[in-house]
């Protein structure tokens, strides 16, 4: 305490833009979230109005800060975020189409230096320095909302790629011909399946296919998702517990992929269907142990991220700001 | 040439060990093989008796070279290697089952410091120290030999995982519920299509189950390999340039998969597969980039080595040497 007066230290800026909403927070170096809240992301048919948004909700807990002059920066973490350009380019589940120079935009509105990456390496960065992954230096980040994110760290730093690119996990093909994924036009990728619209579409087709009673068929199709398919599981339904089983075993099946590939310490999952718990745990478990030679088999932890879910990220994002220039 | 000597340069021994054979040299610090030979691995139902050969056949190579006095030490890349451990453990592709000490075994035969890793990340070393991927800090070598092995590098670093495992794109599940590998007891591994088992058992398959004609039925089952597959393609032959699409396709689907993991900015392709030349590089692109999402197109190398086959091996072995402590 000796060191510095709470009043005089640096603050920085996290930002989690997500295909449905975006958080940010104002958080200390210990990774104390001082200031939050939350907008819509989908509303905003142009990045435009959403970045004034973003300033008007964001200004008034800028001034609670002490004012602009306490910020360090803002890191961003953004689905299909480059690290490198500060652009987010050709993403699926965001309103705004193209290339987008994202972190040049949202710098020009703040006059604050802006460090962007996708969201899922934001999410890795958090864990690493605040959460599952401290003192881990291989592991696999895994962001199970939207869409299927993954940040992986190896040999103690972010795999970003040549490009900036790396870690897009969820769009790895596990079914060659499966599910047609709407936003890329590719068929069986991680995310058509483990993803929210994936669980809903798997929910669809196993009560299509099925004449089994459910109480999913209560279920409005629009509010069909993993919180209603948990509900129906743990009061035993036996086609609740299917979906599971089969989303596990997609998820299951990508995971064994991923730990051949890079052999982490650990797989941390982060986000919505993380919620069910051991639902979806032990089958995920169980089939990537299934599908993994015996030098890996039994050795990988699957975790679950105990940050809060608004936390993680948006920490995450936060922590890019520690390492600007 | 002021510095040293060339009679007092210190030299390594590089040693790469496959499932068929292993080759060995004697290289000094600027990538010259100055000796070289070779042996059998599969005749060898013990570790020990191949150690011995390989004592044998080295000894006169090293007093060639000077003596013992003036090697630094041994790198050996072996499929299954350990970094960390100096071990082999469970290769499927070697006589010698179970966890083999093989550094230290060979350690105590020949007196002098060994460094060992698989034989795909030794590929990948002497590629980046002497070969394609100069220069290079973020690629995949990939080696197509009696199994298929991968060396990832990013960051300009190997990725060894945190158990010395990592790169193991052979055994990912490319085709859930496709053939069995009979060294792994899994289903639908890379390794099942794209190593030179794999394309025996396309070509079977393929001629069984056409009633096509083809110089292929001419060629005894038993020596049924890529290389006549190519000699009958490059003639025209129908199912032969079927059984390098079929192979391109699998080949092509996987390293988009790790495309999207790690965003190399080449693939590094070697071993005997590569002289089909664009037979096997064109069906191999075109379905890599068919599975790519938007961001990943068109801007991914895939490369042939241009190593000599026998050298590059030994060469990234033998780069291990000299970061010897």
Redesign the interface.
Known sequence: MANAAPSLETLAIGCDIGGTGTKFGIVDRNGNVLFSGEMSTKKHKTVETFINELYEVLSPLINNAGGTGRIKGIGVGAP?GNFYTGTI??A?NLPWKGVIPLARMIQDKFKLPVTLTNDANAAAIGEMMYGAAQG???FIMITLGTGVGSG?V??G?L???????????G??????NGRMHEG?G?QGSLESYASATGVTLTAIETLEKSDEPSLLRAVPTDQLDSKSVFEAAIQGDKLALEIFEYTGKVLG?AL???V??????AIILFGGLTKAGDLILKPTRAHMEE?L????QN?VKILVSHLRESDAAILGASALVWDQK
Do not use: R, W
């Open positions: 299909n380019e050709y699926p881990m230096k291989d992986i190896a040999n730093q795999i970003y790629g040549h490009d900036g690119f790396a870690g897009e996990l769009h790895t093909i596990v079914f060659p890329t590719k099946l064994a992929n991923a051949m590939f890079s052999s982490p310490e599908n030679i015996q030098v890996f050795k």
